[in-house]
């Protein structure tokens, strides 16, 4: 008793010369004292077994939560998974798509034998299936690889390590710091993100996160920034630094999202979200073992699953919109043509035109369908399309008048325009308000018109 009531003694002789006067940091240094003062204790009354494992440990973290090296660190994780995710996805994403597509066209002779009428045959075959199938063909095998590969940071224990660099960054944005892995999970899925803004206690700053999740750039934009990235940014050096170039384009972009949610949070913190930021005490726990079996269940069938069936649910419905619009007629022109008329001046200003804008708009409920959507409007087709190769797409773009700057602009709007149906469903059961759903697709999207309309102009200022 008398070492604690000496101990006790000696914490508030440490904190005494804390109180007096507006010291800076006062919460972390008084929490500091007190974590050195019951270490101490425990150095007196515990043995430790395994005095290589704690000092390798010590190592680790040393060198994860480094100043120097924890970012690039984070940053060579994060393209790695990335990395990861998108080349392992490639072919069981092409051969998901090959069996999916295959069953669209059993399903439309199937439905010619029953002499269905055409209407009904294009608005459940070639809207709603093929919707769906590109949805579930684009979405699965990416976040099938993804959410596992973050599962296992997560069951590894360096995920902690992740929110303990990054928290400084976001506390001086007026955010939390656990709001860093609700991010990271957004690279995956961004209504997944913003179901795991849970995680955050305040009400205030967890809703700051979910405004915010959508600057992580899902798995549904990838094949997007992917594909304009290879066909006009790789074009712009020789063919040996094409490749490179691309990456180091769709790079920027991530950083460009990472960025530009640290500057939402602040100017949020600061206008409609005040308040006072908590406080955030976060012990590393010890490195693990993984649970190969744990990961599998959470990551496929909490995560990954869970999330696909609200894109499913979300995206037949727009399939069959857009079959509708490009289908149904106004003096000899579809209404789709009509909309993506009125809508091409302000395309043109934002550097982009009118049937890119309409492609977004019908592509609210799955960022997937966005370019087949596209490229049924340059080629005037009824329903979705995709082309078999991306010179056919550099092709049709350039017929188009695209130019690197168009896809600049295309690519910037991708990450800064409102989030998908999924995403908007989501954060209207997790906030339970449809005035924090309006908000978090009207910050983005006036956000990504006033960006493409910035650059637009200033490139043409320049180069032109």
Known sequence: MSTINNQGLSIIREIEPLLPGNVPNIKDRIVSVIYQQAEGISAQVVRTENLYQTSLEARLD????????????????LTLVLWITITGANYPSQLLASG??????????????????????GVLIQGMYRSLAWVVSVMLPPMAIFFPLFTLLEDLGYLPRVAFNM????????????????????????AAGVTSCRIIDSPRERLIAI???TFSICNGRFPTLIALATIFMGSLAARAYSSMLATLAVVAIIMTGILTSLLVSYLLSRTLLQGVSSFFVLELPPFRKPQLGQILIRSLLDRTLFVLWRAVVIAAPAGALTWILANSFVADTSVFALIAGWLDP???????????????????PANEIVLPILIMGYLSAGSMLELDS??????LLLDH????ITALCVMLFSLLHFPCGTTLYTIFKET??????????????????????IVNQGAKTIFF
């Open 167 to 190: 928290d400084n960054l976001f506390r001086r944005a007026g955010a939390h710091g656990k709001q860093c892995l609700t991010m990271c999970m957004g690279f995956g899925c961004n």
């Open 211 to 213: 405004l915010t999740n």
């Open 100 to 121: 999916l597509f295959w069953l669209e066209g059993q399903l439309l002779h199937l439905f010619a034998a029953w002499g269905a009428p055409a209407w009904l045959t």
């Open 401 to 404: 008048g695209w130019t690197w």
């Open 62 to 77: 040393g060198i994860l939560t480094s100043r120097w090296l924890g970012f690039p660190i984070m940053l060579l994780l």
């Open 432 to 453: 339970r308000s449809a005035r924090w759903t309006i908000m978090a697709a009207l910050i983005p999207l006036a956000l990504g018109i006033l960006v493409t309309l």
């Open 390 to 395: 991306l010179n056919a797409l550099q092709t």
């Open 346 to 364: 302000l395309g043109q200003l934002m550097g982009m035109d009118g049937i890119i804008l309409i492609a977004f708009l019908l592509g609210l």
